[in-house]
């Protein structure tokens, strides 16, 4: 029985840009980077593009392209700005999965991933949807083919998200061992097998009937083995990667070809572990070199090995929050750890203020989208075409394709601003900006922005304010207060730097908006500043407290955290 072993590499950062602007701005923590993508890149995206091995003399022997040997899925918005920023390091990521359809029989070892990373069990179906077509077309459109599987962000998984996936023609997925619930064999007249906790054999890949009527197959990576990847010693070298990986095959009970898989953040390779890249250089080399097993990928291994076992999993799981998806909404106790006395009790305010902002999105969309597009939600659906094309060719032939009638000039802008408003709602739900210990992060900070534009956008269109609306979803959680918090909300603003408000979006290319530069901030907006302003205010009171709150009592942390959010 042949023995096959895949590695998947997870690369992912969050969308950066300033709203405005469309440019990351500098980010003092990824010193002395400009910002954390460059850092990234410099210690793992590029290096994994030219990984050394090297002999017993430290003298190069050969230079590798991991990415064309693992199984791995980049980020839509990363891959947008590697495309425009390390064009060497984004051109070697496409190569590689070309080199891999012919090393793996015709299967690529590039995988989707849903677009901004949101987490879609908390997604409502149309953000559901237009997540995993914007998701699809951004693969095509780069790597010049169908994508066959799909990487869930957190792994965060439920039976309409993977519905939605095989609506779509998506062939599998990868699920950590604790989001199986029950399995048992095809066909056989056997009952269920209770392997909650991790208890799911990882070395077979497993089929999932859907309500539907369709199928979808699902990947248990190993769990022992790809934390000890990622938070233990393994990549020290690559023998002892190798000895780790074929040690987990046995015959015991197994009459499939066996499958021994991990996966792990693809910045385990460089990044979280220095040299990673060069481990798993040489673990991929030892790997090829032994014929008692094939490296493989999961699109060839399933093309290869028809599945013997289904499955059912835990609706409302993910690999990173042993409570369920709780970690990206309450104060579940999961966090990025270093902190033990903080809470992240700004978690749930911060949610319901950011769904209320998507339903109003929404609710204008519905109402105004009829005027400009044929078919609206359809057209949003398909705006990933302008984010792909930022040009004002590509803009115009879009809204040709779309309009229900020629527009106008006029007409052109506020048909893209709906479209516009609707790309930041999406945005705005980014999984990084609830993961963290706290609300001052860069990330969270990140989708506040996108809120911020989000909101600006919506009461251009419009023609009124939001006042305080945003505010009572936010007030609602906050229960406890931290010194100098109303000196820091003085301080709330954000300075929308650059030509003019449009930025680097499509909008920049219409004339209205070429006519005068200027620059703004909150105090000119109190429509987008009051909601904003009690957001941060609100999130900070709930999660920070004397003693047991992000910030414990610190009188400055509040104001430092909210200039976080304003432009340099």
């Not at 060497?88 to 496409?94: D, F, G, K």
């Not at 991990?262 to 572990?273: F, I, K, L, P």
């Not at 900070?540 to 340099?568: E, K, M, N, P």
């Amino acid at each position: 029985m042949k023995r096959y072993i895949c590695i998947h590499g997870h690369f992912y950062q969050p969308p950066r840009e300033n709203p405005w602007l469309e440019e990351v701005e500098v980010q003092d923590s990824a010193y002395p980077y400009h910002d954390w993508n460059e850092r990234i890149t410099a210690e793992c995206y590029g290096p994994n593009a030219t990984a050394r091995i090297l002999d017993a003399q430290q003298r190069i022997v050969s230079i590798n392209n991991n990415y064309s040997r693992i199984s791995f899925n980049f980020g839509p918005t990363l891959l947008s700005w590697l495309e425009k920023k390390q064009p060497e390091v984004y051109e070697a990521i496409i190569k590689a999965d070309a080199l891999s359809l012919d090393r793996f029989n015709g299967h690529g070892s590039a995988m989707a991933q849903v677009y901004n990373h949101i987490i879609m069990p908390l997604a409502n179906q149309r953000d559901r949807r237009t997540q995993v077509l914007w998701g699809i077309e951004d693969f095509a459109r780069r790597f010049g083919r169908d994508p066959e599987g799909m990487w869930l962000a957190e792994t965060a998984v439920d039976t309409p998200t993977l519905e939605e996936l095989a609506l779509n023609g998506i062939k599998y997925t990868v699920l950590a061992p604790r989001q199986a619930a029950r399995v048992r064999r095809i066909g056989a007249d056997e009952d269920w097998l209770d392997v909650s906790d991790s208890r799911v054999d990882p070395t077979a890949v497993y089929r999932c009937h859907l309500p539907s009527g369709r199928d979808i197959s699902l990947f248990f990576y190993d769990g022992p083995i790809s934390q000890d990847l990622a938070f233990g010693g393994m990549l020290a070298s690559g023998e002892a990667f190798k000895q780790r990986l074929t040690a987990a095959f046995t015959e015991n009970g197994r009459d499939w070809p066996q499958l021994v898989h991990v996966a792990t953040d693809g910045e385990t390779y460089g990044h979280h572990h220095a040299h990673g890249e060069m481990a798993l250089a040489y673990c991929l080399h030892l790997i090829e070199q032994d014929p008692s097993m094939e490296l493989t990928n999961y699109a060839a291994y399933l093309a290869a090995c028809e599945p013997v076992m289904e499955a059912e999993i835990f609706e409302d799981s993910s690999w990173s929050c042993i409570h369920g998806v709780e970690r990206w909404k309450t104060d579940c106790g999961c966090n990025s750890g270093g902190h033990g006395d903080w809470n992240q009790a700004w978690r749930k305010p911060l949610r319901e203020a950011m769904d209320w902002l998507s339903d109003q999105a929404a609710e204008i969309f519905s109402k105004q989208g009829p005027d400009y597009f044929k078919d609206p939600w359809g057209a949003r659906d398909r705006y990933i075409q302008v984010l792909l094309d930022h040009t004002e060719a590509g803009s115009m032939a879009f809204l040709d394709q779309e309009a229900r009638t020629p527009l106008g000039p006029l007409d052109r802008i506020a048909a893209l601003k709906l479209l516009e408003l609707q790309r930041y709602a999406q945005y705005l739900y980014t999984s990084c900006g609830w993961f963290f210990d706290e609300v001052s992060g860069i990330e969270t900070v990140q989708n506040m922005q996108y809120a911020a534009r989000a909101i600006q956008l919506a009461e251009e269109i419009c023609g009124c304010f939001f006042g305080g609306a945003l505010c009572r979803p936010v007030e609602k959680g906050a229960q406890q207060r931290v010194r100098g918090r109303r000196r820091g909300v003085r301080h709330v603003r954000q300075t929308r730097k650059g030509e003019h408000a449009a930025g680097g979006c499509p909008l920049r290319h219409f004339q209205p908006f070429r006519q005068r530069p200027y620059r703004i901030s909150f105090r000119q907006l109190p429509g987008v500043a009051r909601p904003l302003r009690t957001l941060c205010r609100g999130a900070f009171a709930s999660g920070a407290g004397q003693g047991q709150g992000g910030f414990q009592g610190d009188r400055g942390a509040y104001s430092g955290a909210v200039r976080r959010i304003a432009s340099r």
